[in-house]
Structure formats: C-alpha cells, structure tokens
C-alpha cells in the first residue's frame, strides 16, 4: 500500500505560480512511478505529468500538451516526495490536482494509488 498526501494548493491570479508537493509512504519511492493529474468541474480526469523509473536507470518526465513549457514534476527521494512546479498559471488550469503512484502511462485508470487532492483556483 502507499499513502499519498499532496499539499501547496490555492488561489493565484493568471501568470502566477504555485507548487505543489505529494509526500509518499509506504513502498520505496526510488523507483516508484509517480503522476500528477486534475480534473475540473463537469470534465473528466486529465494526465498533467508523470516522472517514472524508466530501464536506462533515470527518471523520465512527461507532460501534457496543454502544461509543457509551464509546469515542471520533480522529485526527491531523500524525502519521498514529488513536486509539481507550475508557472505562468491560466484560468483554464483551475482544477482539483491529485497525485498518483504506480503507474505506467498518462492514464490514470493504470495508478493504483491516489491522494486526497489539492484545489488550485487561478482567476484572471
């Protein structure tokens, strides 16, 4: 089992930042693949980013179309942590974010694990 607890969610004005920080336990994270999605009110759950272990013994990073420029996924593995650093916020970025574990792609159907999420609002 893994436990996820995400934090650093809130209200920004459009072009700003925030981060946000998923706290992992349970497994051990080094080669625990790790995902960010969110989903808006009416809309379905949307990948946002993944950083996974991949075979060449690194971490891989993906984005979405719509944050790749603007966010970046990070993590550390000293405190079993990963982070969602977004910048130049939008309104239309305006979600609950949730952070999962244990996956293999952008689709949150294969993540076994979520946390409880975190609400981002940006207004304009």
């Known amino acids: 089992q893994v436990q996820l607890v995400e934090s650093g969610g809130g209200l920004v004005q459009a072009g700003g930042s925030l981060r946000l920080s998923c706290a992992a336990s349970?497994?051990?994270?080094?080669?625990?693949?790790m995902g960010w999605f969110r989903q808006a009110p009416g809309k379905e759950r949307e990948f946002v980013a993944s950083n996974r272990w991949g075979s060449g013994r690194t971490y891989y990073a993906d984005y979405a179309d719509s944050v790749k420029g603007r966010f970046t996924i990070s993590r550390d593995n000293a405190k079993n942590t990963v982070y969602l650093q977004m910048n130049s916020l939008k309104p239309e970025d305006t979600a609950i974010y949730y952070c999962?574990?244990?996956?293999?792609?952008?689709?949150?159907?294969?993540?076994?694990?979520w946390g409880q999420g975190t609400q981002v609002t940006v207004s304009s």
């Open positions: 999962a574990a244990d996956g293999r792609s952008s689709r949150p159907y294969e993540y076994d694990y």
């Open positions: 349970g497994r051990t994270f080094t080669t625990l693949n």
